[in-house]
């Protein structure tokens, strides 16, 4: 029985990519290191920043991890303050969910700072009841350790909890975790979501109801949502 819904939030909740692809500009422009386009998609794979950061510099220090992504931090801040909005469908979801008594978590690769200033700039922090950053777990996805983690705090078996996800490493994340997923992509990502081991894959959440997230629980994988 579904008793609560997890979210990743980077494309799920808020839709924030190419704010993300801006602000990783700016900074790897800023220390100098030239970064073909198509080679920025990494950052949205739903990678910790460390990850992110040795990916594209190297071997770094402890505090030149925190250094960078502080710098990281402050750009992605000043291109959020204009352009931040949420993913389409994703207010009513949460609302209904809500009303509904399930209760609702944030699983995140992103720092608890910047997680926080998201979901109070969006005005959406109030409907979660648990909320893990990248920064409260040694690995990122897709180890599942981020999903665990939330599974507890929400005080909910793994079995009775769906995520929403539209990384692969997220999607694998989750199912290693024992929950069941399913995928926020357009259609050209959708195959990879579903190799990944997403059972349905939506591009947004208009029309998906709670009635829908129970249905598709209660029946099995193989009912279209």
């Given at each position: 029985m579904l008793q609560a819904v997890i979210f990743d939030m980077d494309g799920v909740i808020v839709d924030s990519h190419p704010?993300?692809?801006?602000?990783?500009?700016?900074?790897?422009?800023?220390?100098?290191?030239?970064?073909?386009?198509?080679?920025?998609?990494?950052i949205l794979d739903g990678r910790k920043k460390e990850d992110i950061l040795r990916h594209f510099l190297g071997e770094l220090s402890p505090e030149e991890i925190h250094r960078l992504g502080h710098e990281k931090e402050l750009l992605f801040r000043?291109?959020?303050?204009?352009?931040?909005?949420?993913?389409?469908?994703?207010?009513?979801?949460?609302?209904?969910?809500s009303q509904a008594k399930i209760k609702l978590g944030v699983a995140s690769?992103?720092?608890?700072?910047?997680v926080n200033f998201v979901l109070r700039q969006l005005r959406l922090l109030e409907y979660f009841?648990?909320?893990?950053?990248?920064?409260?777990?040694?690995?990122?996805k897709p180890d599942p350790a981020i999903f665990r983690l939330t599974?507890?705090?929400?005080?909910?078996?793994?079995?009775?909890?769906?995520?929403?996800?539209d990384s692969v490493s997220g999607v694998k994340a989750a199912t290693a975790a024992g929950m069941r997923c399913v995928g926020l992509a357009e259609a050209s990502r959708a195959e990879s979501l579903r190799e990944a081991g997403a059972e349905r894959v939506i591009d947004h959440f208009g029309g998906f109801s709670v009635t829908q997230a129970h249905e598709f629980f209660s029946a099995g994988a193989n009912t279209p949502v």
């Open positions: 704010i993300h692809k801006k602000a990783w500009r700016r900074f790897l422009d800023s220390v100098g290191k030239e970064v073909p386009e198509e080679d920025l998609d990494f000043e291109e959020a303050r204009a352009e931040l909005r949420p993913v389409e469908g994703v207010e009513q979801l949460l609302s209904s969910l690769s992103g720092s608890d700072s910047r009841s648990a909320i893990v950053a990248g920064d409260e777990v040694s690995a990122g599974s507890q705090k929400l005080d909910v078996a793994p079995e009775q909890i769906l995520v929403f996800e």
